[in-house]
């Protein structure tokens, strides 16, 4: 196709160090390392208006416990990433949507100060995930207005302030489940059932337990939803219970898809990036150096999805990498060599990073990340190579669906460099 | 539910003006793309035209959820009415988006064949399309067919190229027809149904859901999936619309390298099959389904539909199943009991019905509205074609293969707005959704603006923007009752 755009030669050129695609917690929290530490010239590129990603939007609480070490609202937290950033010396741009690739680690960009083209020698990615809207899910049905994503939701109310409706049904239980819950009911409107397609919610104790009882929400486990009901407005969904087969319907207005998070992987896809075929996002390794020279990953793009600051401390490990890379002689680091690679057994749907290098280091805070799609409640974690068993552990926490499960690298600590792929699974 | 008329304030030029008890020399009953061009048609000749629609926009019935596809009329039944109008039709609207820049891509077709019946059918399409007037299909065979399109599954045998085949904006054209309809003094009559004809000495007396009657000299009918329930009004009882459910999947942009161009079905005694094609949105589509209904609103999408698509898929292209899925849709056609278009004047009852306009309405529209001028014309309408038309006008672009504001340096100098992207997976600027809003034929609700910029339609269905993009159409709304009747929330 071509794009048939004459002018696009008058758009200005950049040229910092490294450019940050998404200032969402884990490249805001990059570009202020960055930034702050090396003296590096940092370029920060958002499409929204007001950098900080999703927390923009979520405006309760807990955020910034492990990379702040404090609570904060998503809104708070936000501002204080973005405020870190500029105060480091990093040259934040919003309203600046990045459209393609012209070039190794150069790009094309839209803004309404005019079109940009930046060349950069390192380039971070850190452009998040979005939740799966309702076609991707395959759920059939009318066609009706009040159909929602959390994401969708969370703009709706705290962003524009608008109401959405009296009776939700919130499909999913996880964490982000229980922030569209909370959303619902700062918007004045009660959320009737949630369902789970897994025979027990998904979400965290501390979430399901007081969401259960303080909120009120009932949850329908092992079921899903196979039809949305109404004409112009959503009268009701039909939900199925797994294990009877048995149907009924129950009546809202509203419906928010929530959780089954899928990575903004455009500019990934679009720069000839390896992608890992379970988490849909970049193969990285553990310095997050993805299969293009001097371009980087973090955050939810790489595993969708950890919590915000789970993504944040990804950033700030991606920032030391990229130093390191700008420090090499010449400016870049030596080529990129082959590794060994990491895979996901059952029940794990992925894991990241899923590259090991020699000499690299140790993933962010040391841990592999997975994607369980069953519960477990005492994982018993073996990690295999060329049929040899590297090392068996009991994990004190438990896996379970729609959140992060982690597990110490130090696991694979004999593991052979020149040997065969990796294999995670619990027994 | 009230007239659009009592919707103010409207600008000077809006498709509502209050005054409905006109007489007017013509009532075109439906605003699809037929009726549309149909306006557009006699507009320019003379005539004052009234358009009646039931819904609160234009194109949005059937022509709304179309293949999109411009079709050479290659495969029409030889000799008919649909295969003359189609071929027409198909030659008038290359011409015209041209000349208003409804975006049209060439990609070609290529038929390919599964089976030994569907192989052996190849020389006698060929034959078909010839006989259509339509010389240059050629029969190639599988390695061609896998040299064209490298990711369908394995087991295709042959196949039959359509190098005319192309891509179209279905909304854009719909949109165009009626903006021009309306810049040559058609007035644009929303959500008012036609529930009631009473034909007198010199005018017909349509009565409507949505307000006052009108009186028109000539009926133009041409309703779609309503076409024989007017007609009925008019005490004919000749054909039947039997609505036949399309059901649609919609993949991501990032699978369009897949499919360069159109991948039909070969057509056989099972039914027509399941099509592949890229779209002049830069996605890839699988369907349609066809499935006979007696609701004439199902529009919703269903279990076995998807179940249906997936599995041909798997099929057909097994890559494509691998990607996200944007968008699935369920559209009408207005299929009717018979195998050809019935356009038909009834000079006595200065009467016209367009019927059974199925999914080939979009390449033909602009032939059917020549036609009917010329029935009407046969049957003693006076018609001169106006020397002091305005010029067409010239249509947002919302194709991909052709530059979009976004790309457009010259144009965010001159306003920044078109540098503002605010449906990042379409890249729908601020400025497109404000221009959108303020249209003549302005987009009312977000449907509608959909429609016009494609804004909200991409993979993320609003995650990131459907607050943004409603907080902008509200500032720029000229009307105000449809939409504000909505929370907010977008849907498919």
Redesign the interface.
């Known amino acids: 196709?071509?794009?048939?755009?004459p002018?696009?030669e008058?758009?200005a050129v950049l040229t910092p160090d490294v450019l940050v695609v998404g200032a969402g917690p884990a490249g805001l929290t990059a570009a202020a390392r960055l930034a702050g530490r090396t003296g590096a010239d940092v370029l920060v590129l958002d499409?929204?208006?007001t950098p900080g990603g999703v927390p923009v939007h979520t405006a309760h609480t807990g955020f910034g416990l492990r990379d702040l070490h404090r609570v904060l609202s998503g809104p708070a937290y936000a501002a204080r990433l973005a405020g870190a950033a500029r105060a480091a010396g990093a040259d934040l741009r919003g309203?600046a949507?990045v459209?393609g690739w012209s070039g190794p680690r150069q790009v094309e960009a839209?803004?309404?100060?005019?079109?940009l083209r930046v060349r950069a020698r390192a380039v971070l990615l850190a452009t998040g995930a979005?939740?799966?809207?309702?076609?991707?899910r395959?759920v059939?049905?009318?066609?009706?207005?009040?159909?929602?994503?959390t994401?969708?939701l969370q703009?709706?109310v705290h962003?524009?302030g608008?109401?959405?409706?009296e009776r939700a049904v919130v499909v999913g239980a996880e964490p982000v489940s229980w922030s569209a819950v909370l959303t619902l009911r700062a918007a004045g409107c009660r959320t009737v059932l949630m369902t789970s397609r897994y025979d027990r919610a998904e979400s965290y104790a501390a979430f399901t337990v007081p969401g259960r009882t303080v909120l009120g929400v009932p949850v329908a486990t092992g079921t899903r939803v196979?039809?949305?009901i109404g004409?112009g407005r959503?009268e009701g969904v039909e939900i199925e219970h797994a294990a009877t087969g048995r149907r009924r319907t129950v009546a809202c207005d509203?419906v928010v898809f929530t959780g089954d998070w899928?990575p903004e992987h455009?500019l990934a896809?679009a720069a000839g990036l390896a992608i890992d075929p379970g988490t849909l996002g970049p193969v990285v390794d553990t310095a997050l150096h993805t299969s293009e020279p001097g371009v980087f990953a973090a955050g939810n793009l790489l595993h969708p999805v950890d919590t915000a600051d789970g993504a944040a401390l990804d950033g700030r490990h991606a920032a030391d990498r990229i130093a390191a890379w700008l420090a090499a002689p010449g400016g870049e680091g030596p080529p990129l060599g082959p590794g060994v690679p990491v895979v996901a057994g059952e029940p794990f749907r992925w894991v990241a990073p899923q590259l090991l290098r020699p000499g690299g280091p140790a993933p962010p805070r040391g841990r592999l990340l997975l994607w369980s799609d069953a519960l477990v409640r005492v994982p018993r974690v073996r990690v295999c190579q060329d049929g040899r068993v590297l090392a068996r552990r009991r994990l004190p926490w438990p896996a379970a669906p729609g959140r992060v499960f982690r597990v110490p690298f130090a696991l694979l600590s004999r593991l052979d460099p020149s040997g065969g792929p990796v294999r995670l699974a619990l027994e | 539910m009230t007239d659009g008329a009592g919707c103010a304030p409207l600008p000077t030029g809006s498709e509502v003006e209050a005054d409905t008890d006109t007489d007017v020399d013509v009532a075109v009953v439906g605003a699809g793309v037929v009726g549309a061009a149909i306006a557009r048609e006699l507009a320019g000749h003379g005539l004052s035209v009234a358009v009646l629609e039931a819904r609160d926009d234009i194109g949005d019935g059937t022509s709304k959820a179309n293949t999109g596809i411009l079709h050479t009329g290659f495969d029409a039944k030889p000799g008919t009415l649909e295969s003359r109008l189609v071929r027409e039709g198909c030659r008038l609207l290359t011409a015209y988006a041209a000349a208003t820049g409804i975006p049209v891509e060439r990609t070609g077709a290529v038929m390919a064949a599964w089976t030994e019946e569907e192989l052996a059918a190849l020389p006698g399409l060929r034959e078909k399309a010839e006989r259509n007037g339509y010389r240059r299909c050629e029969l190639v065979g599988a390695g061609e067919v896998y040299r064209q399109v490298p990711a369908l599954g394995p087991g295709v045998l042959g196949g039959l190229t359509v190098p005319d085949e192309s891509l179209t904006c279905t909304w854009t054209t719909t949109l165009a027809l009626a903006t021009d309809a309306l810049r040559r003094g058609a007035r644009f009559l929303l959500r008012r149904a036609v529930i009631g004809a009473d034909p007198g000495a010199g005018v017909t007396r349509l009565r409507t859901a949505g307000g006052d009657p009108i009186t028109a000299r000539w009926v133009v009918n041409a309703a779609g999936l309503g076409a024989d329930t007017v007609d009925r009004m008019f005490g004919h009882d000749r054909f039947t619309v039997t609505p036949r459910r399309g059901e649609l999947l919609?993949f991501d942009?990032?699978a369009?390298p897949l499919a360069d161009r159109i991948v039909l079905p070969v057509p056989t005694a099972r039914g027509k099959g399941v099509l592949i094609s890229p779209t002049v949105y830069?996605n890839v589509m699988l369907g349609p389904t066809a499935e006979d209904l007696t609701d004439r609103?199902a529009?919703?999408?269903?279990?076995e539909?998807?179940a249906f698509l997936?599995a041909r898929g798997e099929r057909l292209m097994p890559s494509l199943m691998r990607e996200?899925?944007?968008?699935?849709y369920?559209g009408l056609r207005a299929a009717a009991d018979r195998d050809d278009y019935l356009i038909e004047a009834s000079p006595e009852q200065r009467y016209v019905v367009v019927g059974g306009i199925r999914s080939t309405g979009l390449s033909a529209a602009m032939g059917i509205a020549e036609y009917v001028r010329a029935l009407l014309a046969d049957a003693g309408l006076v018609l001169a074609a106006r020397t002091d038309l305005p010029s067409p006008p010239r249509m947002p672009n919302l194709g991909?293969?052709?530059?979009r504001p976004?790309?457009?340096?010259?144009r965010?100098?001159a306003d920044?707005?078109y540098?503002?992207?605010v449906c990042?997976c379409e890249?729908v600027?601020a400025g497109e959704i404000r221009d959108a809003c303020t249209a003549p034929l302005p987009a009312r609700t977000l449907d509608g603006l959909r429609r016009r910029t494609r804004a909200t339609n991409g993979?993320?269905?609003?995650?990131?923007c459907?607050?943004?993009v409603?907080?902008l159409m509200d500032r720029h709304r000229s009307g105000g009752c449809d939409a504000s009747t909505?929370?907010?929330?977008?849907?498919?």
């Open positions: 196709m071509t794009d048939g755009t002018n696009l008058r758009g499409r929204a208006d309203r949507m459209t839209t803004t309404p100060d005019g079109l979005r939740e799966r809207p309702r076609p991707a395959l059939p049905g009318d066609r009706p207005q009040g159909v929602l994503t994401g969708q703009q709706l962003g524009s608008r109401h959405v409706g196979v039809r949305i004409r959503v509203t899928v455009e896809r | 919609v942009k990032l369009r830069g609103t529009t919703g999408t269903s279990a539909g998807y997936r996200e899925v944007t968008a699935a369920a991909e293969a052709f530059p976004y790309r457009d340096a010259e965010i100098a920044p707005a540098g503002h992207v990042y890249r600027t993979r993320c269905q609003g995650f990131s459907a607050a943004a409603t907080d909505e929370p907010g929330g977008t849907t498919r």
